[in-house]
């Protein structure tokens, strides 16, 4: 089981910025599969961003295409959601996760299935 914590959500206005970091407490934090995951109030939670063990594969939703990007630090245990051009639909909790994920399952966009561990959220709220 990976620790996740998650910090970097708050209140910005539409098209400003805000990057979120996950930190995850594991020895071998190198060999997971990171993802970013939302849940707005009253939906369900939805996929956003996942990068590969090595930084070297990264998916996205289309929705969030060209204004997030995602990205991790193996030596810091730390996976990155920079966040820009934010609109108000991208108000949710933001969920980072953790899992043992292949690529072959990576680049179809994983469900939330494919992700063992979870961090408790952060929310981001973008204003009109």
């Known amino acids: 089981q990976v620790q996740l914590v998650e910090s970097g959500g708050g209140l910005v206005q539409t098209g400003g910025s805000l990057r979120l ?6 020895r071998t934090f190198s060999s997971y599969a990171m993802g970013w995951f939302r849940q707005a109030p009253g939906k369900e939670r939805e996929f956003v961003a996942a990068v590969s063990w090595s930084g070297g594969g990264t998916r996205y939703a289309d929705s ?32 980072c996760a953790a899992g043992r994920v292949p690529w072959a399952v990576l680049r179809r966009n994983p469900g939330d299935s ?15």
């Open 114 to 128: 494919d992700f063992g561990s979870w961090g408790q959220g952060t929310q981001v709220t973008v204003s009109s």
């Open 64 to 95: 969030v295409k060209g204004r997030f990007t995602i990205s991790r630090d193996n030596a810091k245990n730390t996976v990155y959601l920079q966040m820009n051009s934010l609109k108000p639909e991208d108000t949710a909790v933001y969920y």
């Open 21 to 26: 970091s996950c930190a995850a407490s594991v």
